[in-house]
């Protein structure tokens, strides 16, 4: 078995309710960070280690991924979305994916991806791990070492990078290793997934707790950039990262302040920088100060408004002489004239919460 993959699965149905007011209009994986989509960054990934055909699993707002073929025409990538119609779990929703892959061996390694995270580790010492494996092992996990592991999946490896133990989000994790949602698997688990038919079903929860129990399970420790990009203060943080020191796989300081659309219009007299990115017709009027924010598609910062660390959603208004500090505006939101907000989520055209 080759180490470069055939495939690769993004796992990109959830709600991102994590993430609202953000994802009212747009999927969490849609989300831009610096200046591209999260699941962009992740398809660029697949295709720099060969990856040529790649199955995005969906289900909220399944029709706005269809922005994603021309991006995956000039990757090279044959790209299909899964649409899960009825809830499936992420097990249920990996194992609809796998099925509508092209025709494959059982043995072929697939790359399968949550679609709210970014991470520069060696994906292609992780798949070769499952290459030197022997058959019956069916899932490598990347697995990384965090302070407190009370908000992850803890891992416990063991001798040659078995996995003996899996135990999701625990006030009492038996270990600092935690999974960090990089899958390489085994096309075949495709049949094991299926044959729970219709019902729900967890990787975490249900599937991967089988397979270490069957001791099916490696490990792939790495320390490297990760970003789960499940929040709109990460997603600010993650995108001013991106624009200051470039992909997770790179990581070089990339001399730019910010990025800013050839489209989107930005007065002289307005600063605007900290690794912020403004998007295609956004306006950002004179005496503006936008630092280490998302400005969206046609957001509007009015003449004197301050915004910091914040994200903006398509068509949002942040009102003249205004302040912002850690706030996510949705869609089509306005603040009032010089309005001083910190850690608000506005919903709506006028609601705060």
């Not at 899958?183 to 688990?189: A, E, I, P």
């Not at 499940?230 to 943080?237: E, K, N, R, T």
């Not at 796989?249 to 403004?278: F, I, K, L, N, Y």
């Amino acid at each position: 078995m080759s180490a470069s993959p055939a495939a690769g699965v993004v796992l990109a149905g959830g709600l991102g309710t994590r993430m609202r007011p953000l994802t009212a209009s747009t999927p969490k994986p849609l989300l831009p960070v610096g200046g591209e989509p999260v699941v962009v960054h992740q398809l660029r990934m697949l295709a720099e280690i060969g990856v040529r055909e790649v199955v995005v699993a969906t289900s909220y707002r399944a029709a706005d991924f269809a922005v994603l073929d021309p991006v995956a025409e000039d990757l090279g990538l044959r790209l299909r979305c899964s649409v899960e119609e009825e809830p499936l779990g992420t097990g249920g929703a990996l194992g609809a994916a796998l099925g509508a892959l092209l025709p494959g061996e059982p043995d072929d390694p697939v790359v399968v991806l949550n679609g709210d995270l970014l991470t520069g580790h060696d994906l292609a010492a992780q798949l070769a791990v499952l290459a030197c494996s022997p058959r019956e092992v069916e899932v490598v996990l990347h697995v990384r070492e965090v302070a407190d592991a009370r908000a992850f999946g803890s891992v416990v490896v063991e001798g040659e990078g078995v996995v003996t133990a899996f135990v999701e989000k625990s006030d009492a994790p038996p270990s600092r290793l935690v999974n960090a949602g990089t899958y390489v698997v085994r096309r075949r688990l495709g049949r094991d997934l299926g044959a729970s038919g219709d019902a729900p079903l967890s990787l975490e929860r249900d599937v991967l707790p089988g397979l270490v129990a069957r001791r099916t399970v490696r490990a792939h420790v790495e320390d490297a950039y990760f970003v789960d990009v499940g929040s709109p203060a990460a997603l600010v943080a993650a995108s001013a990262d991106a624009v200051l020191r470039g992909s997770p796989r790179t990581e070089r300081p990339t001399g730019a302040t910010a990025w800013v659309h050839p489209e989107a219009h930005v007065d002289p007299r307005a600063q605007v920088g900290a690794g912020s990115t403004v998007h295609a017709g956004a306006r950002i009027g004179p005496e503006a100060v936008v630092t280490g924010s998302v400005v969206m598609a046609d957001a509007v910062i009015e003449d004197g408004a301050e915004v910091e660390r914040s994200a903006l959603g398509p068509g949002a208004v942040v009102a003249a002489g205004a302040r912002l500090t850690r706030c996510a505006l949705g869609a089509g939101a306005r603040t009032d004239e010089r309005a001083n907000l910190a850690d608000a989520l506005v919903d709506g055209p006028t609601g705060t919460r």
